[in-house]
């Protein structure tokens, strides 16, 4: 088992080996990226867009929506290199959201390849598990998902 950090270059999955594991590098969500996908996808509920109200029901401020975080991580999976070469996303299965984000907090994304296999036409099917986690370490949500990718 090998284990990758973004900034060791790009690591597609379909070069590593079963076990290997990536970091990607962090991002911040901001209150910007929160009310773009609120507005974008309709997710306007006052838990995410008011800070008054997120406070009244036992929050701390205003949460981040669950798959905006999620989002978020896939965009740093892709651009970390690891699923550059996806021609197909083909579902995630066992997605938990451990515990909130919220507008600033930093996020990463910790991938483990769980397996692989070539098809027919070469292309790869692939499983990995994903832990998104914040800057105190603490894992938000985590999940697998299978994608197919293009030969290496």
Known sequence: MRRYVEE???????KMEVGDKLVTRSRVITKTDLELFAVCTGATAPLFLSEDYAKSVGWKTQLTPGLLTYSVALGLMIQS????????????????????VYPYDTIRVEVEVLGKKQTKKGN??????????????????EG????????G
């Not at 060791?8 to 379909?14: E, K, V």
């Not at 790869?124 to 949500?141: G, L, R, S, T």
């Not at 697998?144 to 030969?151: A, D, W």
Request: proline fraction near 4%.
């Open 8 to 14: 060791d270059g790009q690591h597609r999955i379909q």
């Open 81 to 100: 290199g690891f699923l550059a070469d996806v021609v197909a996303y083909i579902g995630t299965n066992n997605m938990k959201f451990i515990a909130p």
């Open 124 to 141: 790869f099917v692939c499983d990995y598990k994903w832990v998104i986690k914040n800057q105190h370490d603490e894992a938000v949500a």
């Open 144 to 151: 697998e998902n299978t994608s197919m990718c293009k030969p």
